[in-house]
């Protein structure tokens, strides 16, 4: 029997489209497409994947793990915000929604 993908999500290097390239030469792994299946939430698996992200990116030398996301999604903003990352800018992009840049101690675990 298969089992059941309840969470997703993909780390890889800066987005071009909003992180200079100054930012994007400092020591920081960054997540993307993170999500979890709904029926799932509320149980702290996302504050463990993020844990596992953030150690992730410190055992390959990252000082931050960073993300973007959308500039007017306030409530993704602040479950970013509960869980130990940092607001650092909101930029805007001609065709794109997101802009939100985010980012937390790659060595912090909640």
Same mark, same amino acid.
């Given at each position: 029997?298969?089992? /059941?993908?309840?969470?997703?999500? #993909?780390?890889?290097? *800066?987005?071009?489209?909003?992180?200079?390239? *100054?930012?994007a030469? @400092?020591?920081?792994? &960054? !997540?993307?497409?993170?999500? !979890?299946?709904? =029926?799932?939430?509320? &149980?702290? !698996?996302?504050?463990?994947? %993020? /844990?596992?992200?953030?150690?992730? #990116? +410190? =055992?390959?030398? +990252?000082?931050? !793990?960073? %993300?973007?996301?959308?500039?007017?999604?306030?409530? %993704? $903003?602040?479950?970013?915000?509960? $869980?130990?990352?940092?607001?650092? /800018?909101?930029?805007? $992009?001609p065709?794109?929604n997101?802009? +939100? %840049?985010?980012?937390? =101690?790659? /060595?912090? @675990?909640?």
């Amino acid at each position: 029997q298969a089992a /059941d993908i309840v969470a997703c999500f #993909a780390l890889a290097g *800066a987005d071009p489209a909003f992180w200079t390239p *100054a930012e994007a030469a @400092q020591p920081a792994l &960054y !997540l993307y497409k993170f999500i !979890l299946r709904s =029926d799932r939430r509320g &149980y702290g !698996l996302g504050e463990v994947l %993020l /844990d596992w992200c953030a150690q992730r #990116a +410190a =055992d390959t030398g +990252a000082r931050w !793990l960073r %993300l973007d996301c959308w500039r007017t999604n306030t409530g %993704l $903003h602040n479950y970013w915000l509960r $869980h130990g990352f940092r607001q650092l /800018d909101i930029r805007e $992009h001609p065709v794109r929604n997101s802009g +939100a %840049l985010f980012e937390r =101690d790659a /060595d912090t @675990q909640l």
